[in-house]
């Protein structure tokens, strides 16, 4: 959580000096409290000063806060007649603290107040529950935050006065849980109960090893958790707490194994569409993603160096070329090396593999073996939190929306288009279709480039999420081949459920066994899922030849 | 003179139970791939020693039976009985054939990258197992078996050659040699005479004609004279049911099946 | 090959292959070690350990060679099964090496380094030399047999074999990466001193490991010719071109499959076992997909289904990786893709299929086995 802390006084200064005069009401009687206060801020003890801090929270008058501030930069110091003065930043001159008449006696005969620790925590709370009056807002809820962080007890008058007052809902149950935990140690019953149920509605888990100490009978320390209603009703929030965890957990889950499905999908999509149509297995396919992730990076490069104002729109650009430049390459080697091993899969395999070879070389030695930068433009970056510990990234989600988009293409392409109609005949009849006159040879390039050019696409989506280097086809390439086994070919479905299925698997199991054995349990599942149905999830159906 | 001695290479009986006189029970069978059924609640029986044909219009479910009896594929609903008692659709391929099944294919698969010689040496009765192929010895009573049959199917000539550069019609030649080594009490031909020179087809017959008795003969075709020539019994198949079943001439006239292989108009 | 001849190599091969074993098995050693290092025919001691590893690779060609070349299963995870066997042969050397680490403690080095406190329980028995070479075989050996069954009982077959080997071998890489796998880590097992008693830096220990290597590849060449002439090796080609046929012939395809599998990853296992004392080091890098896939070219540049072909490819491709790794290093990835593509388009039958083609003899007319 990231602490407010320094800037806070200055945005609730400039707060407090938007207010009407009005709104700040300040009786004339609590005016000789409030100049105590402040005198009492600059006093050689420290009780004392935690006393006039506490005093200034319950009073809430903003006219404390240049005192506070400055007794927070240690500018706040008092002279030998126990006046309490603030020096200025640039240590030249001072004030007195309470009437801001200037001083006039000697800098350095004036002494520090001792603050600790402790005493800075009550000046962060006191800085805090006076912010909490500020019309804006956010700035209440950052108070409210700041607050929700270092629960003291001496707030609690002030945080009761303002969760009275307070408007807004997020603040409301920022407030309401501090007021809880604070109340989790209060000596009433009644009021500790109502406290343990506000957390345990509250759903945030940061509160859970206070309520296990609640709940701990063994713990002698504070004699009223011994009650068993109190102990009840603290395992009952614990409970409620951790289903709550759970489920925030399945739903991040979710969401990373739906982000690393997706891209999985890419990557297998142009496998399954080359595989089911010509039953050739591409080694290379990996560099295809490759391919696609570096032209993402030259296009980038190109744009930083030649369009600086329009840097973020490399991406849009890169898109299209990653897809074409992807789908040249596999036309490419579909024509002079691929074509001439139709029919013999093994050896395809083999030689796709030496092509691998050829094309991580290549690129080891154009653009180094280290990995090149590839920035999230800023419309991807960050992301929104949807509760507490769910941020769904945006870089992710862009993937996810992205990915479902070319599957929807390939689709409309695969059904709807002549191109579509002939690959599909071509996959489940090759002779038939070339004697209906189908330029076999001409489907089978440009469905390797079709492929290749999917696979292109998946690479410049991989540039949001991951380390570009040339061996980044060859982590995708083994999780590739499995989501084609698994899902079969023939089938845009078969696909689509393989990868997301395994992306899936792979996330979930990941916080029980880690990556390295969930994929070796996903190996397992999947040999074993294959005995009981060897053609994959989705496969074509018929007489095929064995 | 050689048809004689195909009736000395025969394997032992086994434990086949035939005591009803029937060596194949079809029971109840049926099959469907992606909704379309293949067999539907078929029943029939082959007798012990008969040449039974199966005929059908194309789509009929005739191969499909034959995957269905020698373990190819895995019936949907009911059994298929060797005798009384050995139930098939519990056994695997390999093991059906060791039991006394042999097939001979529609499309004529041997071994194309071995001899003829090879073909019909693999093929031969005798122990599959491990230990027993490791250790297996071309003794001359083994070698004089396979020119016996290389002479039966008339390619001793060729048994040097790879299998791979026969022609179609030597090579199901050659299938039927291997059936033949194989010395199965029931023989399933599917398509036996296709691609044969009437000559051929002559030979064919003959042959079929004198394995019957000791063995059981199955077969699927097309060419009505074949079957007129060689059956005992005729079973006709339609939409994955028995249609008809009977001698030859019954099954002719009957008006059933007169309809499916010539269409509607009769009248 | 058209009479069965009950011999495992005609007259001439078997002179062949004599003269061949004994110069690799005796005359080589001689040269290094008793000739002085000024002698013209004097093998040096840098080209012996080099050998040394070579024929270990041939072993594992030959393991190939009897899968792919003869019953057509194309493996891209044989690497796995030669690792193991160094790993086994790697925890005897460390387990002998005990107290002369760098923490002078019972435990290996990385195990004190990572503050383990005791021997974990795999790792008890490889103190003795027969165990370790035990498990070299059983540990290969049994993966494979489970793997293979489960694999082949379903029918597994082709490409999406090839791709679960592959998924195999690079999901077990993953696993010995990890520290807590206790097998040494990515650094692997290594600082090896002696062997048996002997140590690993004498010219005298290296020719006798080359020497063993080479009697291994000798002994694993008959064998495997005498797998592949018998009638078993037949049936092995017959599933290769015609599976269906096979089973329909009486023999069950799952348990030939099974042997040959297993037999390879022994092999392989044995190969591993003898290569590791030779080059002082086992990692997990050599459970790297590209390490299998490279195994199986030596197959095919020598000749698939040969024997003789793979032993040559073996020697062929390593060499020229030597040659290119140290005059043109960013060369040699282009040069092996290169032999990739260029064997699998223009020489399916490898270089002995070349010479034979060559010199007039017959050729198989099915090529489209892959």
């Known amino acids: 959580m990231i602490r407010f802390a320094p800037i806070f006084p200055v945005l609730a200064l400039l707060g407090f ?63 030998a007649k126990g006046r309490a003065l603030i020096v200025a930043k640039d240590e030249r001159a001072a004030v007195d603290a309470v009437t801001g008449e200037n001083y006039a006696g000697p800098l350095d005969a004036l002494s520090d107040p001792p603050v600790n620790n402790l005493v800075r925590q009550h000046i962060s709370a006191v800085l805090s529950s006076l912010a909490l009056r500020s019309p804006d807002p956010e700035q209440r809820l950052a108070a409210a935050r700041e607050l929700a962080d270092r629960p003291v007890e001496s707030a609690r008058e002030g945080l009761g006065k303002a969760l009275a007052a307070e408007t807004d809902g997020r603040v409301k149950s920022l407030l309401e849980q501090t007021l809880a935990q604070i109340d989790l140690k209060s000596p009433d019953k009644a009021a500790r109960l109502a406290a343990i149920r506000a957390i345990g509605r509250s759903g945030n888990s940061d509160f859970l090893p206070a309520l296990r100490q609640v709940a701990d009978r063994q713990n002698k320390s504070d004699p009223l958790n011994a009650d068993g209603e109190i102990t009840e009703a603290a395992t009952r929030a614990i409970a409620s707490l951790e289903r709550r965890d759970l489920v925030v957990r399945a739903a991040r889950d979710l969401f990373f194994g739906a982000s690393l499905g997706s891209v999985l999908l890419l990557a297998a999509l142009g496998l399954a569409i080359t595989f089911g149509l010509m039953g050739v297995i591409n080694m290379a396919h990996g560099e295809m993603l490759m391919i696609g992730a570096y032209v993402a990076y030259v296009v980038q490069e190109f744009f930083s160096s030649h369009f600086p104002n329009y840097a973020d729109w490399y991406l849009p650009a890169a898109i299209p070329l990653a897809f074409a430049t992807a789908a040249v390459v596999g036309m490419l080697l579909e024509r002079t090396i691929i074509r001439h091993l139709y029919g013999r899969p093994l050896e395809t ?81 090759r002779s038939t279709a070339s004697a209906m006159g189908i330029f076999t040879s001409k489907v089978d390039m440009w469905t390797f480039g079709l492929g290749s050019g999917i696979a292109g696409l998946g690479g410049v989506a991989l540039t949001q999420v991951g380390n570009v280097g040339p061996e980044l086809g060859q982590s995708y390439i083994v999780d590739s081949f499995m989501v084609v086994v698994l899902g079969g070919v023939g089938k845009l479905a078969g696909t689509i459920f393989g990868a997301l299925g395994l992306g899936f698997i792979n996330k979930f199991l990941e916080p029980f066994s880690g990556a390295v054995l969930g994929k070796i349990i996903v190996l397992v599942l999947v040999v074993v899922f294959i005995q009981k149905r060897p053609q994959g999830i989705f496969a074509l159906k018929g007489r095929t030849a064995d | 003179m050689p048809i004689e001695a195909v009736r000395d290479i025969t394997g032992a009986p086994g434990d086949i139970d035939v005591s009803r006189g029937v060596i194949l029970y079809v029971e109840s069978v049926s099959v469907e791939f992606d909704g379309f059924k293949a067999i539907d609640d078929l029943s029939l029986s082959i007798e012990d020693g008969s040449l039974h ?49 042999g097939r001979k294919f529609q499309k004529p698969t041997v071994f194309e990258n071995h001899t003829l010689f090879e073909n019909l040496e693999l093929a031969l009765h005798c122990g599959k197992g ?69 000559h051929e087809i002559e030979h064919s017959v003959e042959l079929l004609k004198s394995l019957a ?55 | 090959m058209a009479k069965n001849s009950t011999s495992l190599l005609s007259p001439a091969a078997w002179t062949a292959f004599g003269i061949a074993a004994t110069a690799l098995v005796l005359v080589v050693p001689v040269l290094n070690l008793a000739l002085p290092a000024t002698s013209a025919v004097h093998v040096p001691d840098y080209l012996i350990a080099l050998m040394g590893k070579f024929l270990c690779y041939a072993i594992v060609a030959l393991a190939i060679d009897l899968i792919w070349g003869f019953t057509g299963i194309l493996s891209l995870g044989h690497g796995l099964f030669f690792a193991l066997g160094g790993y086994a042969m790697g925890m005897h050397l460390m387990r002998a090496i005990a107290g002369e680490g760098v923490y002078r403690s019972e435990l290996p080095d990385f195990m004190v380094f990572l503050d383990w406190k005791e021997l974990p329980w795999y790792w008890h028995g490889f103190e003795h030399f027969w165990f370790a070479m035990l498990m070299a075989v059983l540990v290969p050996g049994v993966f494979a047999l489970v793997f293979g069954f489960f694999a082949f009982r379903s029918r597994i077959k082709g490409v999406y074999f090839s791709i679960i080997t592959q998924a195999m071998t690079y999901a077990a890489m993953l696993l010995f990466f990890r520290n807590n796998t206790g097998f040494g880590g990515n650094n692997g097992l290594t600082d090896f001193k002696h062997i048996l008693g002997f140590s690993l830096l004498e010219p005298a ?105 793979p032993i040559i490819g073996a020697w062929l491709v390593n060499g020229a990786k030597s040659v290119f790794t140290v005059a043109f290093p960013d060369l040699w990835l282009y040069f092996l893709g290169a032999i990739f593509i260029a064997t699998t388009l223009f020489l399916p039958d490898g270089l002995v299929g070349l010479g034979r083609f060559l010199s007039g003899r017959k050729k198989r007319p099915n090529r489209d086995r892959s």
């Not at chain 1, 989600?397 to 392409?413: A, M, P, Q």
């Not at chain 3, 990692?283 to 195994?295: T, V």
């Open chain 1, 17 to 79: 000096l938007s207010l009407p005069s009005q709104a700040l009401a300040s009786d004339d009687a609590a005016g000789g409290d409030y100049q105590k206060a402040v005198a009492g801020l600059a006093s050689d003890n420290r009780q004392t000063i935690i006393e006039s801090l506490d005093a200034i929270a319950r009073l809430g008058d903003p006219r404390a806060l240049p005192a506070l501030d400055a007794l927070q930069d240690r500018r706040l110091k008092y002279d």
């Open chain 1, 349 to 429: 395999l083999l030689a796709t593999w030496g092509i691998s070879l050829c094309l991580i070389q290549t690129v080891r030695l154009i653009f180094g073996a280290q990995n090149v930068e590839v920035r999230n433009p800023a419309w991807l970056s960050g992301g929104f939190e949807v509760v507490r510990g769910l941020t769904l990234t945006y870089n992710r989600i862009g993937i996810i929306v992205f990915v479902v988009f070319v599957v929807v293409l390939t689709w409309l392409l695969l059904n709807r288009t002549p191109l579509g109609l002939s690959i599909r005949a071509v996959t489940q009849a």
């Open chain 2, 53 to 101: 044909c199966i005929i059908g219009p194309n789509g009929a479910g005739k191969t499909t039976l034959l995957d269905i009896i020698t373990g190819k594929t895995k019936p949907d609903a009911g059994e298929v009985y060797l005798g009384q008692n050995i139930k098939l659709t519990e056994l695997s391929e390999s093991e059906i054939a060791r039991i006394g099944v």
């Open chain 2, 130 to 198: 491990l230990l027993e192929s490791l250790f297996w010895k071309l003794t001359p009573a083994r070698r004089a078996r396979i020119d016996e049959v290389l002479e039966i199917i008339g390619l001793t000539g060729e048994a040097a050659r790879f299998a791979g550069l026969l022609s179609h019609g030597q090579k199901q030649w050659l299938e039927i040699g291997m059936l033949l080594m194989q010395a199965p009490r029931v023989l399933l031909l599917d398509e036996p005479a296709a691609g044969m020179t009437p």
């Open chain 2, 213 to 267: 008795g000791q063995h059981t003969v199955v077969v699927i075709e097309h060419d009505m004279d074949f079957v007129h020539a060689i059956a005992s019994r005729v079973t006709v198949l339609h939409e994955g049911k028995v249609l008809a079943e009977g001698d030859m001439d019954f099954v002719r006239q009957n008006p059933k099946v007169v309809e499916v292989y010539l269409g509607e108009s009769h009248a």
């Open chain 3, 205 to 309: 220990t290296k020719a006798g490991l080359y020497a063993a290597s080479a009697l291994a590849l000798a002994g694993t060449f008959l064998l495997c010719r005498f797998v592949t002439v018998s009638k078993l090796g037949r049936v092995l080609t017959a599933i290769r071109d015609a599976e269906s046929r096979v089973m329909f012939s009486g023999y069950d395809p799952l348990r030939y499959k099974l042997f040959v599998w297993t037999l390879s990853a022994v092999l392989c296992g044995i190969a591993g076992a003898l290569y590791v004392p030779q080059v002082g080091i086992i990692n997990p890098s050599e459970m790297h997909p590209g390490n299998s896939i490279e195994m199986a070219i030596w197959a095919a540049v020598g000749g698939r289904g040969t024997l003789v072909g």
